[in-house]
């Protein structure tokens, strides 16, 4: 048997403006060919009905993927009242349709200010939530319903965009925008303000626009990065270190940086970044400009590595 050719060592993150109707794994896949490059990953996925910012991973960057999963995210959705499925959204069986009351804006503004704070949600059982080693979606497919425990989120802020009366061309159906923290559920958000209304709601579109500091104006759609050549589609890379700048920088001498990539403590002057330290222990670690990972710094003044970064290249 052939020996499988290796791909490249590509070190980096994408933005994506993943498409209607595709999987996260395969808008990854999709992108991952076009490096050739041998370890991808992406940052929380999207489900196929969601479009928008999907920050994909490359190389080393999947060191900081998990970091990543933690950053707060912005969503446009639009939900129709009056209609409940099985999934939340528009993808799903419906189980449920009530009438939909008459309601003001100032109904909804009301119902909407409910919603903003600190909330206990329950997830959706259509979800990647593992039960006893499985998945809660494969356990809703095979039509069991398990209790969930509710977890603690936060909406920043939760803002009407539009409402569609009873007598428009698309009834019954309101746009918002959502500000959160890891961990929401858009689906539960949209049906728990839809039971709150008296009437359900579920999902018909969705939008992730930002995800932590990134915007869905620095994505690329996969026609742009198919359509680059490959000096272009590298050069759109975006470095490694790039999603950790809120993190206290430290730059470490010769000796210093040898000590750390031999897995080693050093001694650090502690009084240089005394100011940032005393709210962040962990630190970004520099030599001659080039990033060589994190560091966690104790209170003796010392920093110990805590994840190292290979940042070797593969020649395009």
């Known amino acids: 048997m052939a020996k499988r050719k290796s791909g490249l060592n590509v070190h980096g993150i994408i933005l994506l403006d993943k498409r209607l ?10 992108v991952r060919r076009l490096f050739n490059a041998n ?12 479009t928008g910012l999907l920050p994909l991973c490359f190389g080393e960057a999947t060191k900081v993927s998990a970091l990543m999963l933690d950053d707060d995210k912005r969503y446009q959705v639009v939900a129709q009242l009056g209609v409940m499925t099985d999934t939340g959204d528009a993808e799903g069986q419906i189980i449920e349709t009530k ?21 206990d949600q329950v997830p959706p059982m259509y979800s990647a939530l593992k039960l006893n080693g499985r998945k809660l979606y494969e356990l809703a497919r095979e039509g069991q319903v398990v209790e969930r425990k509710a977890r603690r989120i936060t909406i920043y802020d939760l803002v009407l965009l ?3 009366g009873p007598n428009s061309d698309a009834p019954n159906q309101f746009k918002l925008d959502v500000y959160c923290s890891k961990g929401t ?12 209304l008296g009437c359900g709601a579920t999902v018909t579109e969705l939008r992730r626009i930002e995800a932590g500091q990134f915007s869905i104006d620095q994505a690329y759609t ?3 990065l198919t359509a680059m050549s490959e000096l272009e589609i590298h050069l759109a890379l975006i470095d490694v270190d790039k999603p950790l700048e809120y993190l206290p920088l430290v730059m470490l001498s010769n000796q ?20 940032l330290i005393t ?18 710094m104790g209170l003796d003044g010392r920093i110990a590595p805590k994840k190292l970064f290979n940042m070797t290249t593969s020649i395009i």
């Open 279 to 296: 709210t962040q222990a962990t630190v970004r670690m520099y030599h001659d400009d080039v990033f060589l990972g994190l560091g966690e």
């Open 222 to 224: 996969l026609e742009q």
């Open 185 to 196: 559920y858009i689906r539960s958000l949209v049906e728990d303000i839809g039971h709150q």
């Open 256 to 275: 210093q940086a040898t000590a750390i990539n031999y897995g080693q403590s050093i001694d650090f002057d502690m009084s240089i970044i005394q100011e």
């Open 162 to 164: 539009g409402f569609n």
């Open 21 to 30: 109707g595709v999987s996260s794994n395969k808008a990854l896949q999709e």
């Open 99 to 119: 009438p939909v009351p008459e309601l003001s804006l100032s109904d909804i503004h009301h119902c909407l200010d409910c919603f903003k704070g600190e909330i």
């Open 39 to 50: 370890k991808a990953g992406h940052t929380g996925s999207l489900d196929p009905l969601a």
